[in-house]
């Protein structure tokens, strides 16, 4: 009895903890977003706006536009339509982690890079 016992105490803390994250990645889309990371010690805000296919930034008060290319309904692509260096000719693989509230938390990296950096964005609009 003690071992039945014991047996469903661990399989139901086993199920409990493999629950996965919120996605309601669709909700994230399209709309207006913020972003804060610090930046060279830091803390900045960049507020950008994305539809299906085009993201504009903000970011000192200057614009730039990227493409949009949809992956699936959780991961896209993000590249900027006018580089102003080298650095910007390189295409962001952009993945939505979990969704809770005004909230998604991703993943991004350089395309076919392996070193992914994490973020958290909040919908405004």
């Known amino acids: 009895m003690l071992k039945t016992i014991i047996t469903i105490c661990a399989l139901s803390s086993l199920m ?5 994250p919120e996605r309601n990645c669709k ?5 207006t977003f913020s972003f804060e ?3 060279e010690g830091e803390l900045v805000t960049t507020h950008f706006t994305r539809n299906d296919t085009l993201e ?15 992956i699936n ?11 102003k260096r080298m650095s910007e000719e390189k295409a962001i693989h952009m993945k939505i982690l979990s969704t809770e509230g005004d909230f998604y938390t991703f993943e991004y990296s350089l395309v076919g ?4 950096q994490k973020g958290t964005a ?3 609009r």
């Open 16 to 20: 409990m903890s493999c629950t996965s």
């Open 27 to 31: 909700d994230f889309k399209t709309g």
């Open 37 to 39: 990371t610090l930046l």
């Open 56 to 70: 504009i930034d903000y970011f000192n008060g200057v614009a730039d536009s990227s493409s949009v290319r949809w």
């Open 73 to 83: 309904s959780c991961e896209f692509i993000v590249q900027k339509i006018h580089p």
């Open 113 to 116: 890079d392996t070193n992914k």
């Open 122 to 124: 909040k919908k405004i």
